[in-house]
């Protein structure tokens, strides 16, 4: 769905450091039910690039499918993993339950868990590579 271009993960200076913290997350609907579809992805979508621009996360790669997402984003180095899933699967949960009541039949939208891993410069774009592949499956 989404692709920046390289110059959007370069080095995150700030008056006290210089980081680049790339966070490769994955969520699934509860039950891996495969709701992330249509006008609800479309929104889900919207509301990501909504918490990426209030927090001034840099988006690298997303790919929404309809029983996962795919998120890799650079993120400041005061923002835990923790905070971030939270973050997103939390006004995710609440906004797309309001909005498509059909999403009201699951007990909660999203899994307990979540996958976080951290990328490194060079293997972020093999990440990014892996993300961007995994719509056509």
């Not at 495969?34 to 001034?56: M, N, P, S, T, Y």
């Not at 997303?62 to 795919?70: A, F, R, S, T, Y």
């Not at 009541?101 to 990328?119: D, G, I, N, Q």
Request: aromatic letters at 10%; a positive charge.
């Amino acid at each position: 769905m989404a692709k920046l271009s390289p110059s959007d993960y370069e080095y995150r200076r700030t008056r006290g450091s210089v980081s680049s913290i790339n966070y490769h997350f994955i969520f699934v609907p509860k039950r891996r039910k495969a709701v992330l579809v249509k006008d609800i992805a479309k929104r889900l979508q919207e509301l990501i690039f909504e918490l990426v621009k209030e927090h001034g996360w840099k988006l690298v790669a997303l790919e929404i499918m309809p029983d996962q997402v795919h998120l890799l984003i650079n993120a400041p180095t005061f923002e835990s993993p923790c905070q971030i899933a939270k973050w997103i699967k939390g006004r995710a949960s609440r906004v797309l339950r309001k909005e498509f009541p059909e999403l009201l039949k699951l007990p909660c939208l999203w899994s307990p868990s979540y996958f976080v891993a951290t990328t490194g410069q060079v293997s972020t774009d093999v990440v990014k590579r892996y993300i961007e592949s995994q719509k056509g499956k």
